[in-house]
């Protein structure tokens, strides 16, 4: 069974940086590819970013592009997501799951099921 552990959250002041980290087991995840997703309290879930398989071709939601780096390391299954200045609205909670790409022009969970996810939050 695929587990998925998150971590790296923690409470910053805004302008300030995290690194969150995605451990996977139960299988590799070197030929999938991997994405972020954050659940702000009230809010539905929503697709952060996403990075190929082989980790060259990056994906953002406009909201996070040139503040978010994702990164993935298939020697220790694990995808990262490094977060530079940070705002009062990345304020959620972090999940990973392998994503695919649907007709609807948009990147899907292919997984139903969800870590812990990591808490991060933006003080102002």
């Known amino acids: 069974q695929v587990q998925l552990v998150e971590s790296g959250g923690g409470l910053v002041q805004a302008g300030g940086s995290l690194r969150l980290s995605c451990a996977a087991s139960?299988?590799?995840?070197?030929?999938?590819?991997m994405g972020w997703f954050r659940q702000a309290p009230g809010k539905a879930r929503e697709f952060v970013a996403s990075?190929?398989?082989?980790?060259?071709?990056?994906y953002y939601i406009d909201s996070v592009k040139d503040r978010f780096t994702i990164s993935t390391d298939n020697a220790k299954n694990t995808v990262s997501l490094l977060m530079n200045s940070l705002k009062p609205e990345d304020t959620a909670i972090y999940y990973c799951?392998?994503?695919?790409?649907?007709?609807?022009?948009?990147?899907?969970?292919?997984?139903?099921?969800w870590g812990q996810g990591t808490q991060v939050t933006v003080s102002s």
């Open positions: 799951n392998p994503v695919v790409w649907r007709s609807d022009g948009r990147w899907h969970a292919s997984y139903d099921s």
């Open positions: 139960g299988r590799t995840f070197s030929s999938n590819t």
């Open positions: 990075i190929s398989g082989n980790g060259l071709l990056p």
